[in-house]
């Protein structure tokens, strides 16, 4: 899963970044553990060789585009674009130096820049549409033109309202096509208020409020105060909560990042838990075994015979995969079984 983060020039997203990283991004781009207490407990039984815990891949663009007078850099765009989702940093706290929105406004600024993600998408479907009613395969019903130009004719003008494409009612097939554009407003978002320290702990009213109206059309957000953030995940880990019981935090940005990518993303976490590797992978919610087995590896998917599948909670009633197998715990699943969040599988396969 690959999150990009954007955002107005100067409203923290480097330093958000950094925190969010723990003090190991090293780049631009860098994969976040997501904190998963079944996964440490099932590593500490196994004791496999390797454990890979999931991870989210973060992007940011270090390019500063402040003093160009631009709200984003191309390349902020195009990262963007490769993203699953978007991570939204809005500034909420006073920064004399900030080249864009000079006052603090974080509900304008949260709105406004969605406005110029639906901008920027509606430029991309009136330049192709301008290019589809000159080509000869749109006049015939059934080519891919056809159908094409007959959807960006029904999102246009909704986009030209401002819109977003995430907003709008599109069948699976319509994102099938929208999907080839890499539209900006069509993407999942989480919003992150970046608050000035005094509010880390407290943030105003206004901004508790959008966050829960942001929860409800599917974009989960939350406050933080981005440099406090970073200070605390330069700490040792044995220290930081501590330091955020002191500031009456409850969890790092780090935890608050991972869980909003999850929650708007409809992820779960299974788990492989073998000798050599034991690994927690990311799934969408609803997702099938075979899809499961495809996220392991393409042949597993293809070799397919049976999933073994383990419920986390038999596992830890019975303390090891054999017992809970002994205890009749296990079920042999076929390709159509939808996966449960902290199911232990095993891919049976001719591969
Ligand atoms: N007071 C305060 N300042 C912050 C906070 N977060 C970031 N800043 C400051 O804002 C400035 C910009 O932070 P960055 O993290 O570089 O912002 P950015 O969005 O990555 O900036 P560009 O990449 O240049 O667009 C720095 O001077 C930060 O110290 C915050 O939570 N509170
Ligand atoms: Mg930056």
């Not at 500063?64 to 984003?72: R, Y």
């Not at 993407?187 to 009213?205: D, G, Y």
């Not at 991972?258 to 990311?282: K, M, Q």
Request: hydrophobic share 45%; aromatic share 6%; proline share 5%.
């Amino acid at each position: 899963m690959r999150v990009g983060l954007i955002g107005y020039p100067v409203t923290g997203k480097s330093t958000l970044y950094r925190a969010a990283a723990r003090g190991l991004a090293k780049g631009e781009v860098t994969a976040v553990v997501v904190p998963d207490a079944r996964f440490d407990a099932i590593v500490a039984q196994v004791r496999p060789k390797k454990a890979t815990p999931a991870t989210v891949i973060l992007c940011d663009d270090l390019e500063s585009v402040q003093g160009s007078g631009k709200a984003f850099s191309p390349r902020l765009l195009e990262s963007a674009r490769k993203a699953d989702l978007l991570l939204h940093v809005v500034r909420a706290f006073d920064n004399p130096v900030a080249p864009y929105h000079t006052s603090v406004a974080p509900l304008r600024d949260q709105e406004s820049l969605d406005v110029e993600l639906v901008l920027n998408d509606l430029q991309i479907v009136e330049n192709r549409l301008e290019r589809l009613h000159k080509s000869m395969a749109v006049r015939s019903p059934g080519s891919p033109e056809y159908a094409e130009k007959a959807l960006f004719e029904r999102i246009q003008s909704p986009l030209g309202s401002g819109t977003a494409l995430r907003a709008q009612e599109l069948s699976e097939d319509d994102w099938t096509i929208v999907r080839n554009y890499q539209f900006l407003s069509g993407k999942p978002m989480v919003v992150a208020f970046n608050v000035p320290e005094a509010e880390a702990a407290s943030p105003s009213a206004e901004l508790v409020a959008r966050c829960e109206a942001l929860r409800k059309i599917g974009a989960p957000a939350f406050c933080a105060c981005a440099t406090l953030e970073e200070e605390i995940a330069m700490l040792d880990a044995a220290d930081q909560p501590e330091f955020l019981a002191s500031l009456g935090l409850s969890e790092p940005a780090s935890a608050k990042v991972i869980r909003a990518v999850y929650d708007a993303l409809g992820l779960i976490t299974f788990f492989t838990a073998g000798d050599n590797e034991t690994r927690a992978w990311p799934l969408r919610r609803g997702s099938r075994a075979l899809k499961a087995a495809g996220t392991v590896h393409t042949d597993i998917a293809r070799g397919f015979i049976r999933a073994e599948v383990v419920h986390y909670a038999d596992y830890a009633a019975c303390g090891s995969l054999d017992a809970a197998y002994s205890a009749g715990k296990m079920s042999l699943e076929g390709k159509e079984y939808v996966v449960r969040d902290g199911d232990l599988l095993h891919i049976r396969n001719k591969s």
